[in-house]
């Protein structure tokens, strides 16, 4: 259903392609290249994240796969009946999710986490096209401000039509939902700006739409 949103030979950002090449180079067991979407095929909700990070998705090929952001993103999707397991180290673990899929704004691993905004627009048809497939009624859930500005960019609304704050929820041109947090990063959580009852609160209205 999504294939045809996706270039997993994507070379259009010259420094994330260096990056890649670098990354590679140090760590050839690594998957080191744009990080397909992961998860249900006709979802009711699609999470969208930052980017990969880089002993996480860009390692392991699986958007949360792997690093600290996943375990509690994983966890609470288990604990809400969003997945068959509330672990994602590896890709073939067996991890399945139920009503849910997961992209990210951008595809590819920035360098210390930070795309710049041209790569962040170079990257938003992606994501736009991920969302114009979605079935109706499939709302949306951003983790962190650039998320949430890509959705925005995604329907060509200006970044400042909606503002993102966490648990805020926006309703957007064509009826669907935009739900606002916090990134489960290991910042977020270690400093407490997000807390499991905090992300576990808007992803449970998210999930029950």
Same mark, same amino acid.
């Given at each position: ?103 990210? $704004? @951008?595809?590819? *691993? #920035?360098?210390?986490? %930070?795309?710049?905004? /041209?790569?962040?627009?170079?990257c938003n048809p992606f994501i736009t ?38 648990? $805020? @929820?926006?309703? *957007? #041109?064509?009826?669907? %939902?935009?739900?606002? /947090?916090?990134?489960c990063s290991r910042y977020n959580t ?7 009852a905090m992300f576990r609160d808007v ?7």
């Amino acid at each position: 259903m999504f294939d045809s949103t996706f270039d997993p030979t994507c070379k259009r950002c010259p420094r994330l392609a260096e990056f890649l090449d670098e990354v590679k180079a140090k760590h050839p067991d690594y998957f080191a290249a744009p990080v397909p979407a992961f998860g249900d095929e006709n979802p009711k909700l699609l999470i969208v994240g930052l980017a990969p990070g880089m002993h996480g998705a860009n390692r392991t090929g699986r958007p949360f796969t792997g690093d600290y952001a996943g375990i509690l993103l994983y966890n609470t999707l288990y604990e809400l009946g969003c997945s068959n397991i509330p672990g994602s180290d590896d890709p073939n673990d067996g991890l399945e999710l139920k009503g849910v899929r997961i992209s990210n $704004a @951008v595809k590819c *691993l #920035p360098p210390q986490n %930070k795309p710049e905004t /041209s790569e962040i627009r170079e990257c938003n048809p992606f994501i736009t096209a991920e969302i114009v497939q979605l079935p109706k009624g499939c709302n949306l859930f951003a983790l962190g401000l650039i998320a949430h500005q890509a959705v925005l960019r995604a329907y060509g609304l200006k970044l400042g039509a909606m503002k993102f704050a966490h648990g $805020a @929820v926006h309703e *957007l #041109p064509d009826g669907r %939902k935009l739900y606002d /947090s916090y990134h489960c990063s290991r910042y977020n959580t270690q400093t407490k700006r997000l807390t499991e009852a905090m992300f576990r609160d808007v992803m449970e209205r998210a999930v029950s739409g």
